[in-house]
C-alpha cells in the first residue's frame, strides 16, 4: 500500500505518539449587545404608555449574566425591580411574584451611573469601594418611576 493511501484512510485517527491535527480555531461570533430589542409596550395605571424589558435585558445592557444581576439585587447593590409582571400561584398554592421588569429610562440610567464610575466593562466590582453607584442608580431609578407614574 502506499503511503498516501495509508494517510488517506487512517490519518484522522489519534494513536499515542501520533500527532494530531490541528483544530480549525474556533471563530467569535458577535455578540448581540442590543438590549432593548423586544421591549414590552405596557399601559400603566396612570394611563401613560411606556416600554418595559425584562432583567435580561438590563444584564445584556449592563454586560453582566442575569444571575448576577439578581445577585446584586439580593445583596442590594442595585435596587429591586419597581415593576412586576403578576403574581403567578405555582403548584403548591403559594405566591410567586411575577418577572421583573424595567423601564427604557432606568436601563438608560444604569448605563449612565455605571459608566461615569467607570464600572461598565470591568470584570469585578469591589462594590465596598463604588457605594455611591447603589445610591445614584437607586435615586435615578426612583427619579424615573415618579415621572412614570405621575399624572
Known amino acids: 500500500m502506499s503511503e498516501d493511501?495509508?494517510?488517506e484512510t487512517f490519518g484522522d485517527l489519534y494513536y499515542p505518539g501520533s500527532k494530531r491535527k490541528r483544530r480549525e480555531p474556533k471563530v467569535e461570533e458577535p455578540v448581540d449587545t442590543s438590549w432593548d430589542?423586544?421591549?414590552r409596550p405596557t399601559v400603566l395605571p396612570n394611563g401613560k404608555e411606556i416600554d418595559l424589558f425584562t432583567i435580561g435585558a438590563l444584564a445584556i445592557a449592563l454586560g453582566r449574566p442575569v444571575i448576577t444581576i439578581k445577585l446584586w439585587m439580593k445583596e442590594g447593590h442595585?435596587?429591586?425591580s419597581p415593576y412586576r409582571l403578576p403574581t403567578k400561584v405555582d403548584k403548591n398554592g403559594k405566591d410567586r411574584?411575577?418577572?421583573r421588569l424595567y423601564s427604557r429610562s432606568m436601563i438608560e440610567s444604569a448605563i449612565e451611573v455605571f459608566?461615569?464610575?467607570g464600572v461598565l466593562h470591568v470584570k469585578r466590582i469591589d462594590w465596598e469601594k463604588y457605594r455611591k453607584v447603589t445610591e445614584e442608580i437607586a435615586k435615578a431609578w426612583e427619579k424615573s418611576r415618579a415621572e412614570e407614574t405621575a399624572n
Request: hydrophobic content about 35%.
Open 78 to 80: 442595585l435596587p429591586t
Open 5 to 7: 493511501l495509508i494517510a
Open 37 to 39: 430589542k423586544h421591549p
Open 97 to 99: 411574584q411575577g418577572r
Open 115 to 117: 459608566t461615569k464610575f
